[in-house]
């Protein structure tokens, strides 16, 4: 990390210089009272080494997070949001932008009503929760009037992970989707086991630093801006 | 903060020594799935400092915590778990002990069943989310064959917040409840405003820094300590 820090320095790579990317990050939180909520284990740290590989390249990046608990990398906007729906909100506000980056691990579902006081324990055993389903942020992404030239989705998942994945990819309409299994612990590691499927088919990457796949992605980033065929 | 530190090296007060303290702090997580999870915002910061302000007098703490992002104050032993579960568990572990300081934002339900794999979005609508009740924790050790001499519940409360507080301490049966109104942004703040329910009533504590609620309470227990009619 110290060698390429200092190539950088040296022979900085500035391929996605005015390239407008957005970034979503960590988990979004969905209030269930003024006390009590819904998430998930989603740490930030890919989202935020992917948005911090693009700035470098030279790309201004809007990063839109879910509450995280690592600082913002230099030079990037950071929004803080906390629900889905002010995720969508804050990303639709960031359009047009050249490139949409969705790691952000949404809550798709959320308390149909939100409790004004707390939820108090009753002798009638516990509350019903009702839960609705929250907006789509990648599918609206894909589909809207302003549609970024690339989007790229993330899939966690736990069982049937490249199926799953490709199926997503599919049906959220995104040009990329990178698909992990969080079986084994990846919220909150430092290391990541991905595979990148596209209209070519799956590519498994080896298992690397967070930091690794985040230069990854950003090098095939700017490879599809320098030759956008491919 | 300066000048009690070196106050307290010049003329340590050692009112606690040989008291064994169990503290709980923070939140606890209960899953719904291997990523997602219902919690709550406590940030174990009153907990933590009322632990350390125990340890400083010379008592044995420990101090058994949900997830949170502070450290581990000297010389306390740490006990880290997830679900309101397994911080009972560790509770009737710690025991026997003088004094228990119950702050820990407990989840008072989990899901009924764990599911096993990521639950997927299907067109069917959001899951059923069944919830059960979680056991007492301060109610437990109030009734526990070997109840510590003094039980000190905390109430976080958002409405009719010390008539819930003086309801909470007879249903649970501890000695002292501490309740702080929760509306304006306690969790994650470096202050608070409390009031301290026991036989003789309420007394309630001007807003003051999370570890100046600490010093007092930790001063209170010694006093009970040393005149335990009090």
Redo the contacts between chains.
């Keep these: 990390a110290i060698r390429d820090a200092i190539l950088h320095i040296l022979t900085p790579d500035r391929s996605l210089a005015g390239r407008r990317i957005l970034v979503t990050a960590g988990p979004t939180v969905e209030p ?11 740490s930030g740290r890919q989202g935020y080494a992917i948005a911090a590989a693009l700035a470098v390249r030279g790309a201004d990046v809007t990063l839109i997070s879910g509450p995280v ?1 690592i600082s913002v990398p230099d030079g990037i906007h950071r929004i803080s949001v906390q629900t889905t729906r002010e995720m969508l909100a804050a990303c639709e506000t960031a359009l047009p932008v050249d490139a949409a980056v969705c790691t952000a ?1 949404v ?3 959320r308390a149909k009503e939100l409790a004004p ?2 939820i ?2 009753t002798g009638d ?3 019903r ?5 929250n907006p789509d942020i990648l599918a609206t992404l894909c589909c809207a009037a302003q549609r970024p030239r690339l989007v790229v989705g993330f899939a ?4 049937d992970v490249l199926d ?1 994945a490709q199926a997503k990819r599919l049906r959220k309409g995104c040009d990329w989707l990178v698909a992990n299994d ?2 084994q612990g990846v ?1 909150g590691a430092m290391r990541n086991t991905v595979s990148l499927i596209d209209d070519n088919g799956i590519q498994s990457w080896p298992e690397m630093d967070k930091t690794d796949v985040a230069e990854q992605l950003a090098q095939r980033i700017a490879a599809f801006f320098a030759h956008p065929s491919s």
Aim: hydrophobic share 35%.
């Design positions: 269930l009272d003024p006390v009590r909520f819904l998430s998930n284990h989603s608990s691990a809550s798709d579902w006081g707390k108090k324990k055993g516990p509350p929760l009702e839960l609705v389903e966690a998942e736990t069982d799953n969080v079986r919220f």
